[in-house]
């Protein structure tokens, strides 16, 4: 039969516009037509016996399947009944494009709207607005699947993540312009009563963008073991007020993964980006278990639990050598702006957050984080594992909880950058920086905080499992310009086997505001150990002052006898300090097995350190003051200390400078006297008490006359 090209056209009663049909043969799939196809809108059926397909192949009006602009309450299923009818056209047909005209409509939520694979669902940003029924609000935990969803929209063709493996997932949903509104009283919804916006679960593919989701009972939008997800210019604000004892999320944004690690179960390539999420009850985004995703340039104002979450819900111990294949997460959160202040007055808990499993990744950069109470300011940990770089955020009035930390990192690979704190709280003992857990390269620099903390630096390994894990440890060029206690601490409670420790560059002015006795500049504090040791220490070029009475700039406290192989401290200003026992960096020295240029050039407070070649004959001289050789080959030690106060005092040679005779005795009784060759060498004898110098074959004192 010859096909009839003769287009058809007619008014449809319901939208009143015009519409064109073409004459077809052929179904969508290349099946032959007939009656049982002709489904009324997309395909239809003439007087004269011919089929005929809509030739317009844009968007088709809602309103065509009966969706009515209307607030009567009695209207409600049947626009719920006529979007379920489009969508399962939809499924039928293997995808449409739908469109909301602009318009408020009542609906019915006592069944969701199922939304199947490719298909675009597409209104009018800001204007076409959907209503909730609050009465129609079911017990979601009572019916079987998808009921149990308890969603507005629900993208899924069946549901459940095993679909995964059978090849049955969803493909390709788009949302885009879809208000969603929901007036009722908050709090007043019983127990298992669930209603969240849009929700789209196991699907390859998903565009949710410039829909307003408002007041929800629960989270606004959900996107759970999703592939390839796009989540931009949404708005989600007032959700999860529903019942605060209901465990179904009550999030703005919520994009959890899986923790069945399969490559075709955990989800990846996210973008959430450009999105207000405000004032909800829990985070305002949440995201989890997830490989490759994208946070950026949202805004999330006066949530009730975190600005941007990382979930924790799913742990696991499996790794990239227990999988053979790499395991999540991996996120880059980058420009968000987050303020903890609740409609209220009162603060949300916490600012950004990444955890759950092991071996991930985070980049968290360029954020700011104001004004939130009770948890961490940036918080990254993961169970083994895990690479963290924290750079260029701000945060500003971050009050952290018992046991909690302003920016706080528990992974393998750490590195915290150019981070500015301010204003911070002081409710509980916090450290600016915390580093813990598995961390085993350590990397602090360029950070500053106006002060209010207990250390601006912590860095604390103390978990069982993780011993001898920490490999290097460089700390430079940071400042803080108050804090209650210390600079900078290491404290740990387990075994380490640390190869190297850099301090450098360091600012930390006004110091121990406590005058606690125990508080010093620097820290290390260790449970005495003969199993815990470090390679080399460095610490120079760093400036401290101090608000209270402290004693000695450097503590090592805990260390067993020659546990440090090497040391340097040097070059520092250690001025504010009180020194009961003379002016040195540490009261306690004895960890250090080689004590290479210890306190060279550092200044005490109105210490002298000068360059001579002799020690001083004239002039009133302190204790502690200190001369250096200008040609250092020229002595066999380091230099001349002042051991007693006068005019011009008395002085005794320290230190060693690796010449032959270095590290032998450079003082002590005539009995004590060392074996050397190095001419020149210089000793001073106590009983004599004056120094005396090795001739080659003997002793003499400084008029040239030989000594015994």
Known sequence: MAEDITTVQF???????????IPTIKWYNGADMDDTKADGIVYIKKPNGLYYKLADNGPIDLQRFGLVSTMDVSNGISNREALSKAMTLSKTLGGLTLYVPAGNYILDVSIPIDVPSNTNLIGESGL?????????????TLRAWPLTTGAVFFGSDDGNQPQWVDGNATNNICIKGISINCDYERESLATGFILKGIVVKCCNGVKIQHCTITNLPNTGI??????????THNICTGCGFGNILTPSGRNGISTSGYDNILDFDTRNSTIITNNICNYNYEEGIQYGYTRGVLIAHNICLGNGDQGIEGDTAYQTTKTKVSEGKEVPSSVII???????????????????????????????????????????????????????FIEGNILDQVDPGANSHIISVGMEDVTVVNNKILNSGSSNSHADIFVYLQAKYISIYGNTSDGGSAYLISINPYTVGFENYIKTISIINNECKTSTGYGIMFRSTINQAIDSIIIKNNRLYGLNSSAATDKSAIVFNVTSSTAFTIGNIEITENTTTYSGATLYPVRFTGFTAGSIAKASIRNNDFSGCTFPTGYRSAPDVTAINTLNYLDRNNQFPSQKVLTMDTIPTTGTWTKGDRIYPSVVANVNFEGWVCIANGTPGTWAPFGTNGTTDS????????????????????????????PIYWSGSAWIDSTGTEVS
């Open 11 to 21: 008014i449809d009663s319901k939208t009143g516009k015009l519409y064109s049909y």
């Open 222 to 231: 959900s996107t759970p073991i999703c592939h390839n997800v796009e989540l």
């Open 128 to 140: 076409s607005v959907f209503h909730i029924d609050p009465t129609t609000i079911v017990d979601s």
């Open 663 to 690: 590290g032998k005795l450079s003082f002590g009784t005539t009995a004590n006297r060392p074996t050397v060759t190095s001419t020149g060498y210089q000793y001073f004898d106590t009983t004599l008490l004056k």
């Open 334 to 388: 980058s420009s968000n702006y987050i303020d903890g202040m609740k409609e209220d007055g009162t603060f949300g808990q916490g600012g950004i957050s990444f955890s759950g499993g092991n071996e991930g990744i985070c980049k968290i950069q360029g954020n700011m984080v104001r004004r939130v109470s009770g948890k961490m300011g940036i918080s990254a940990t993961q169970n083994s594992g895990g690479v963290a």
